[in-house]
């Protein structure tokens, strides 16, 4: 994408008379490629970004506003007035036309980080969701403290994606649950009883992690693992 607004901009220079034999060379690639990218990221600007290349049928005569890019390219324009002066600057014309074209497009490139972000947002949720699978079959097979590990995992995971998508900066190299939930709990991202109720799962974390600890009970642990569950589809 990055590339394909870059040659844009090196068209655009190419929209005067000099340069116009090397803009119709290039053109029609660009086109055709730039508007596949529109099409994907930003469908609703399709028609805008169609507008500035497509010929008006419908138009009486030439004019800066109805001139188009497909016009340029064909190398079609306005008769010369009666003392053959030229009507308006085509190149001018095709100049704007294009330049929007290429704003248009750099905004598609934008959203594309937009989109990125959601679909990695989307696999951290599968593999989340596959995690607490696994999870689940530990317990129903008897393990518990493997179960919970493996959702306090999960649920640690989550919060600090969380932490990321909301600019929480977590200084301690090694942070857990608790360091996670605290942090976001100090910047408004967590309420008071939002934080108790994952303190109240991080506890049952460190049941599972240390044996030095009581047992934790499946009850416990299936709680751990539900409402993880819940934290990841509801804590953003």
Known sequence: ??????EGANLLKATNKEGH???????????TQALG???????????????HYD???RRKHYSPET??????????GPAPDAFGKAQFD??????VKFQSQLAILASAEARLGD?????????????FDSELDAARHLLTNGYDRAAGAVAGVVLEGHLAQVCGNHGVVIRKKDAH?????DALKKADVLDVTQWRGIQRLSDIRNLCDHKKQREPTPDEVDELISRVDKAIKTLM
């Open 1 to 6: 994408m990055e590339a394909l607004v870059r």
């Open 21 to 31: 034999s090397s803009f119709m060379t290039g053109y029609q690639q660009w086109y």
């Open 37 to 51: 990218a529109v099409r994907s990221l930003i469908p609703d600007r399709e028609a805008d970004f169609r507008r």
């Open 55 to 57: 010929r008006d049928l």
């Open 67 to 76: 001139y188009s890019l497909e016009d340029y390219v064909q190398g079609l």
């Open 90 to 95: 085509v190149h001018l014309a095709a100049f």
């Open 115 to 127: 989109i990125l972000a959601n679909i990695r947002e989307v696999l951290q949720a599968d593999l």
């Open 177 to 181: 649950i608790s360091d996670f939930n």
